[in-house]
């Protein structure tokens, strides 16, 4: 068992990607799918070394990648841990984090949560992609009881990506994401659910053609995998709430203000949004695609 | 006096790009801008064939565009009309458009209102560019008085922009980009303000490292220029209530579902919220930047 060998459960657009990029840097990569042609493809496309779909074959790898959908990731750990040495140190890449550790801590305590926050509309291993993760920010979140050389592990293999690595607790995250992650996507679904709650049909159609570019950023992450949605809601709920009523809040605040006609107020108002949102992005994150 | 000669008032990026596509078209571009550093600047791009500051060098123009700021647009034809022929058209490029033609009606009978849904975050003339107009929307709003000689006169400069054009009336257009364009701006602003009032520091600070493209693309219209968002509130200030007020009542319903676990029910309801989504967009518009 060494740290020079990596395992891989999950061959979609995050566990391959990881996978092109860990074998690009000279690590051997192991990889397990839940259907064999996923195993197959992904070894095609030079995401792993070897593939199937028995977690078995995972027992030599240093650190464990757990790349499948939320709801499968404690389970995954229960089925894997029989195959494995203590020293073995699993990792996730799941987007809510106190509920994985909850499930997880009775199962494997050489486990470190971690959030890449990087990915495409693409789903599969047919969008893996070679540098997903570079400069993008990936968490990881030990907790007290989490042994510090398994989280230094991780994190060398975390630099290796490129990736911004920051650390803190998963309550932290859980909040932290809600805000910038789950909120935006429930946000977005919403927009589109009240436009599509037009009933006078001449406008619901005129909406639908004349939609542009800002329409098309605003909803994007509402328009995305339901199943992905639906289960960051079941296991980030409590801060999702939070965050929806607050949001809830702003909008009533918003309206006063307009019913009230404070024209001064509300370009103060969006004067604030617009030097509010320069503090979330770098520069670079902009350019990416020439002017918006 | 001939519609091959083509005037603009306003060389920003919307003027510009305007003169840019006209001129290349063949057509002769006649141009004011409030400053003349401006002007000059439009001339020196190849946007103009001429320009200045004074209106009176319009006069020979079949076809006026008006690409002024809302707030400018009626005051600008007041004071241009004195050095028109009564048969020269004017038409403007405002976002929302009843208030324009009230305000207009009175000055010059001879106006079609338009509304191009093009642009970029970036803004003036060093932003024009070629091809601004191409694919994208383009409507006009006569109404039961404006002549239908002058419409199809401005239909066919739209048609030569090779923009998608739609005719329809001033409110239905006012309510159609209240969904569409006004609606996603103020709830991107809300969805900054919302975050930026965390109030736990350290997770605030968190926040703003981790946002990523979901908390990017949600956000862009609502981090863009103030003067615009208010003055688009204020001359649609009764559709983006109407809307705004739809919107917080989806939101309540969220959260009443997020609060009553209602798992199937959020996964049917982002189901419908991304089938929804495809009936807005063309295709096309999503590949232009490649995976998002």
Redesign the interface.
């Known amino acids: 068992m060494t740290d020079t060998t990596i395992g891989i459960v999950g061959l979609g657009l995050i566990g391959g990607s990881l996978g092109l990029d860990l074998r690009a840097q000279g690590l051997r990569v192991l990889g397990v799918a839940q259907r064999l042609a996923t195993a197959h493809q992904a070894r095609d496309r030079g995401a792993v070394d070897e593939a199937g779909t028995e977690l078995a074959r995972l027992a030599p790898a240093g650190i464990i990648f757990i790349c499948t959908p939320i709801p499968a990731i404690a389970p995954t750990v229960a089925q894997l841990a029989p195959h494995l040495a203590p020293e073995t140190v699993i990792t996730d890449v799941g987007s809510v984090k106190q509920p994985v550790l909850t499930a997880i801590a009775p199962l494997w305590p050489n486990f470190v949560g971690g959030h890449p926050?990087?990915?495409?509309?693409?789903q599969g291993i047919a969008?893996a992609q070679r540098q997903l993760f570079a400069n993008?920010?990936y968490?990881l979140t030990p907790t007290p009881t989490t042994p510090a050389t398994s989280v230094a592990r991780v994190a060398a293999i975390v630099r290796r990506l490129g990736a911004?690595l920051?650390t803190?607790s998963a309550s932290?995250?859980d909040?932290?994401?809600a805000?910038?992650?789950h909120?935006?996507?429930?946000?977005?679904?919403?927009?589109?659910?009240?436009?599509?709650?037009?009933p006078?049909g001449?406008?619901l159609t005129?909406?639908?053609?004349?939609?542009?570019?800002?329409?098309?950023?605003?909803?994007?992450?509402?328009?995305?995998?339901?199943?992905l949605?639906?289960a960051i809601?079941?296991s980030n709920?409590q801060e999702?709430?939070r965050?929806?009523?607050?949001?809830?809040?702003?909008?009533?605040d918003?309206?006063a203000q307009?019913?009230a006609?404070d024209?001064p107020a509300?370009?103060?108002?969006?004067?604030?949004?617009?030097t509010?949102?320069?503090?979330?992005?770098p520069p670079e994150?902009?350019t990416?695609?020439g002017?918006?």
């Open positions: 926050m990087a990915g495409t509309t693409a969008a993008a920010p968490v911004r920051y803190c932290e995250h909040r932290a994401v805000w910038i992650s909120l935006p996507l429930f946000a977005s679904a919403a927009l589109i659910a009240a436009c599509e709650g037009e006078d001449s406008v005129l909406a639908r053609q004349l939609a542009s570019s800002g329409f098309r950023d605003t909803s994007r992450v509402g328009g995305g995998n339901p199943d949605g639906t809601a079941r709920r999702l709430l965050a929806l009523g607050r949001y809830r809040d702003t909008l009533e918003l309206i307009l019913e006609e024209w509300l370009e103060q108002w969006l004067q604030e949004t617009a509010g949102r320069s503090r979330y992005l994150t902009e990416a695609c002017p918006r």
